[in-house]
């Protein structure tokens, strides 16, 4: 079993459109094992050239290494960004800053197959890139529609679940962040 077999979804469930599942603004972050991060530059420009990513357009690539609690590397993107962190526990992550015309869970499901196949990318083009497969941390990015409490959870715990054909979601964050969960294969 890869990194990447842990976090194979299932087949789309049903449209979630109401709730704090129908934002559009959706982000899912992975755990990564990373060179320096500016070493990943030139693979990343090539990716925004190439069009490596399915379904993105994407448009530059740049180092934030030298701004202290920087983003460290941003992918930017129409539609998304993605970008790698520096630092002790480094992530990989993706974040969806314009809507999106497909059913809620079917968000989550593609935004960690475009995650996962830049970490593929990565992977090939750098030997010490790799994802720590043991959980996605999976964040709503909308105050309004998906508020951090327990009410919110309780809503979105049992899709997720779903999703993931079993797993273990707890929250991840204190009462003034966005609405984040860890999801765990148990």
């Known amino acids: 079993m890869t990194a990447f077999d842990l976090f194979d979804i299932t087949e789309p469930g049903e449209d979630l ?3 704090p599942l129908g934002s559009p603004r959706v982000s899912v972050r992975f755990p990564v094992r990373t060179p320096p991060i500016d070493t990943l530059i030139p693979t990343l ?5 190439e069009r490596s990513i399915e379904g993105e357009l994407l448009v530059d690539a740049a180092s934030y290494a030298h701004v202290p609690e920087g983003p460290g590397v941003l992918l930017v993107g129409a539609s998304a960004h993605y970008g790698i962190t520096a630092g002790e526990a480094p992530v990989l992550y993706r974040a969806q800053k314009r809507p999106w015309p497909i059913a809620p869970l079917d968000r989550i499901r593609e935004s960690i197959r475009r995650t996962r196949q830049l970490a593929e990318i990565l992977s090939a083009a750098h030997e010490d890139f790799a994802i720590d ?3 996605v941390d999976i964040a709503i990015l909308d105050r309004l529609r998906a508020p951090n409490t327990l009410r919110t959870l309780g ?3 049992p899709a997720l679940t779903a999703i993931f054909g079993g797993a273990e979601v707890t929250p991840v964050g204190g009462p003034g962040d966005p609405f984040a969960v860890r999801v765990r294969r148990v």
Do not use: N, P
């Not at 420009?45 to 050239?49: K, M």
């Open 17 to 19: 459109s109401v709730g």
């Open 45 to 49: 420009q090539r990716v925004v050239a």
């Open 133 to 135: 497969g043991e959980h």
């Open 155 to 157: 809503l979105v715990a």
